[in-house]
C-alpha cells in the first residue's frame, strides 16, 4: 500500500491522489500520479512530498512513521544552499532507526555519503521538463524561419546578481527580448520587461505555459537560480529544470550555469558549440539574423541530438522512480 504525505509549510499532513491531480493546465506531480497508479509493491510505503527543507521532516519520522515498512522521502524542492556536505546530514539523520530512501532532485549521481539508501534523481526538475515536452512540439529549427522575430530571447527569473548584470549588458539590443519575475525588486527593469504575449495575464501560468516569443528567437539564454556550488561540495552538481528545458527547444541554448554542470550533461549525451556561450551574448544581438539563423541550422545536428538525448533521460528518470517504488 502507498500512502501519501505531504510537508505544508512545516506542518505534516496526509493527503489522497486526488491533491496531485492537474488544475488549470499544471501536470507538474505527474509522476506522483503514475506512481500511485503503477505501483505493485507488497510494502506499507509512506511517500512524504517535502517541498521543504530536509530538516523539516526529521521531527516526525519516528514517531509517525514507526508503523510502515518503507519511508521515502521525496524532496522535491532544491535547498541545496542550506547544506552541502554529508557530515551535516548524518548529524540529522544519526537518531532516525527507520528505513528511510530519500529522492533528491539534484543533478549529480553521488553527492552524500551515508548509510541509507538514497536515490540521486532530477526528480521535480525532469517532471517539469516532461510537462513542457509533451505539451510543445518545436518545429525543426530550418523550419522555423518564417516565425524568426528576435535573436536571443531570456526568462530571467526572479532577479540576481548575474541576471541583472547580462540584463543590463544586453537590454538595448533590439534583437534582444526578455523578462523577469518579481520585477518590483528591480527599479531599473525597464517597464518590467513582461512579454508581449503574457500582458494581461494572471496567476502562476509560467509554470506551465510557453510564452509566443518563445517560438521566435534564434537563441535562448539561461541563467540558473545558482552558478557555483563546489566551494563547499566537490560533488555537488546542482541545475534545475530551467538547463533541461532549454534542450527542448531545437535550436542553441547558451547556459550560464555551474561549471561543473557541462561535464555533468556532456557525460550523458548533450553536445554544445563553444559559439553560442556566454562571452559572445553581444555579437549574437549584433548579428544579421538570417545570419545568425543560417549559422544555427547549419549545427542542427547537435540541437537535435539534445533534444532525443533530453527525452531519453526524461524517461530513465520516470523508470528509476518507478523501480524505488516497486523495490
Known amino acids: 500500500m502507498l500512502q501519501f504525505w505531504k510537508i505544508n509549510g512545516e506542518v505534516l499532513e496526509s493527503v489522497d491522489i486526488n491533491h496531485f491531480k492537474t488544475h488549470n493546465g499544471d501536470y507538474r506531480w505527474q509522476n506522483i500520479i503514475e506512481l500511485y497508479e503503477k505501483h505493485n509493491s507488497k510494502h506499507n510505503i509512506a511517500l512524504i512530498v517535502n517541498e521543504n527543507k530536509i530538516e523539516t521532516i526529521v ?7 514507526k508503523s510502515f515498512d518503507r519511508v521515502i522521502i521525496y524532496q522535491a524542492e532544491l535547498f541545496w544552499s542550506e547544506f552541502n ?15 528511510i530512501e530519500i529522492i533528491w532532485n539534484f543533478f549529480c549521481d553521488d553527492p552524500f555519503d551515508l548509510d541509507i539508501p538514497q536515490y540521486i534523481t532530477t526528480g521535480v526538475c525532469s517532471q517539469i521538463t516532461r510537462l513542457y515536452l509533451n505539451k510543445y512540439e518545436y518545429p525543426k529549427l530550418k523550419d522555423s524561419w518564417k516565425d524568426i522575430k528576435y535573436n536571443l530571447i531570456s526568462k530571467f527569473g526572479r532577479p540576481n546578481r548575474q541576471r541583472i ?18 520585477f518590483e525588486y528591480f527599479e531599473d527593469f525597464n ?8 500582458k494581461g495575464k494572471d496567476g502562476d501560468f509560467k509554470s506551465w505555459e510557453l510564452a509566443d516569443e518563445d517560438f521566435q528567437s534564434i537563441c535562448s539564454l539561461v541563467v540558473e537560480t545558482r552558478t557555483s556550488q563546489f566551494e563547499n561540495s566537490s560533488r555537488l552538481v546542482t541545475c534545475s529544470e530551467k538547463t533541461l528545458k532549454s534542450f527542448i527547444t531545437r535550436r542553441p541554448s547558451i547556459l550560464v550555469i555551474q561549471p561543473e554542470a557541462f561535464g555533468w550533461l556532456e557525460k550523458r549525451g548533450f553536445r554544445f558549440f563553444d559559439f553560442f556561450v556566454e562571452k559572445n551574448l553581444e555579437t549574437i544581438c549584433k548579428m544579421d539574423t538570417k545570419e545568425l539563423f543560417d549559422l544555427a541550422v547549419s549545427y542542427e545536428y547537435i540541437w537535435e541530438n539534445n533534444l532525443q538525448v533530453l ?7 520516470s523508470n528509476k522512480l518507478e523501480e524505488i517504488i516497486n523495490g
Not at 521531527?59 to 512513521?65: A, E, I, M, N, Q
Not at 554529508?86 to 544519526?94: A, I, N, V
Not at 517597464?191 to 503574457?198: A, F, G, I, K, Q
Open 59 to 65: 521531527p516526525y519520522l519516528d514517531y509517525k512513521f
Open 85 to 99: 556536505n554529508s557530515e551535516y546530514l548524518e548529524k540529522l539523520l544519526k537518531d532516525v532507526d527507520l528505513p
Open 165 to 182: 548584470k547580462l540584463y543590463n549588458k544586453l537590454k538595448n539590443y533590439d534583437k534582444f527580448i526578455c523578462s523577469m519575475n518579481n
Open 191 to 198: 517597464e518590467n520587461r513582461v512579454l508581449p504575449s503574457e
Open 311 to 317: 527525452r531519453d533521460l526524461i524517461q530513465k528518470d
